[in-house]
């Protein structure tokens, strides 16, 4: 459990909304540290002797959400080795330690669970985009991203998920009033600007 010097953003979206991309432009600008879950996972399933190996590999594929015990374990394990990285070089600037958890929750159980058990969340970026611009990014992206998740039939199922499991959390947030919209179907720059006046919000 993380106490209240560290500040958690959650940072939500359809499958090519942005998410990342965004999220590597506010740790520019902000002192955050960006952890993406999809990327911990995918790292989880390369990993030699990982147990997880496969049943990660067959979530990913199907577009369905791994369970949660290892995607919080994994999210876990990695802000508290971020925040020893900071103890050890000069820390954060304000004493307060600011993660932007990219792609988590997907799903209304992991979210009460992570609020619970590791930090509560501040706030939530939500990026949003229609389906065809997102179907559109991917396929160019899955030219050159060797993701086994980059393709027309695994995308679709992402969408389906997306739909059905994600978009519960995001009403959830917003009827707590959390929620910080941004229209992610402009260039990555002025989607950025966006971004930033809200995080400079949050943060007031
Ligand atoms: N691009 C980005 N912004 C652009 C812009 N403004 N204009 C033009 N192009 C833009 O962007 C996608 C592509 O679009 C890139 O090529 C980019 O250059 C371009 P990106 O920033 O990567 O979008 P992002 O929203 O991060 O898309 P991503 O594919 O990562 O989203 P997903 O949510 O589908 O993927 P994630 O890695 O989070 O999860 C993958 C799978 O892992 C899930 O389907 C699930 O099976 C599993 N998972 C879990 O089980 N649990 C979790 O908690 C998390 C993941
Ligand atoms: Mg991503």
Known sequence: VFDDRIIVIY???GPGAGKGTQCARLVEDFDFVHLSAGDLLRAEQHREGSEFSKLIQDCIKNGTIVPMEVTIKL??????????????????????????????????DQALKFDESVRAASAVLFFTTSEEVMLKRLLERGKTSGRE???????????????????????????????????????????????STVVNAIFK
């Open 11 to 13: 940072v939500l979206g």
């Open 75 to 108: 999210l876990e394990n990695a802000m508290g080795e971020a925040v020893e990285r900071k103890k050890g070089s000069h820390g954060w600037e304000d004493g307060r330690g600011r993660f932007l958890i990219d792609g988590f929750p997907r799903k209304m």
């Open 149 to 195: 998740d980059d393709n027309e039939e695994s995308i679709k199922k992402r969408f389906v998920t997306y739909m059905e499991a994600t978009m519960p959390v995001i009403n959830y947030y917003r009827s707590l009033g959390k929620v910080a919209e941004v229209d992610s179907t402009a260039s990555v720059e002025e989607v950025h600007a966006k971004a």
